[in-house]
Nanobody, 122 residues
Framework: QVHLVESGGGLVQAGGSLRLSCAAS????????MGWFRQVPGKEREFVAT????????YYADSVKGRFTISRDNAKNTVYLQMNSLKPEDTAVYYC???????????????WGQGTQVTVSS
């Protein structure tokens, strides 16, 4: 079992930056791949980024590639999402998730946080 809690969301102007954090409970955090997804009302939850258990492999959605960076600190049981050059279309609730293998699909993650709101004003 992994319990995930996101933080770091807020309101930022276009072009600004935010860093999201996701703190995990449990001694097995380092064995999980981690992902970030986002969702706006009325739309499907979409993939943003994923990182493998060691942090040595990452993958991004085309929409955030070059602007967002996912990283993890296994000693702190925390995964991060650094978001730079934010755009109004990045506005969403951002969720972190843990899964055995990671991937781009929601179904590949067994554990989810409650989400944190990110709002980018134009």
């Amino acid at each position: 079992q992994v319990h995930l809690v996101e933080s770091g969301g807020g309101l930022v102007q276009a072009g600004g930056s935010l860093r999201l954090s996701c703190a995990a409970s449990g001694r097995t955090f380092s064995s999980y791949a981690m992902g970030w997804f986002r969702q706006v009302p009325g739309k499907e939850r979409e993939f943003v980024a994923t990182i493998n258990w060691s942090g040595g492999s990452t993958y991004y959605a085309d929409s955030v590639k070059g602007r967002f960076t996912i990283s993890r600190d296994n000693a702190k049981n925390t995964v991060y999402l650094q978001m730079n050059s934010l755009k109004p279309e990045d506005t969403a609730v951002y969720y972190c998730a843990a899964g055995n293998y990671g991937g781009l699909r929601r179904e590949e993650y067994a554990y989810w946080g409650q989400g944190t709101q990110v709002t980018v004003s134009s």
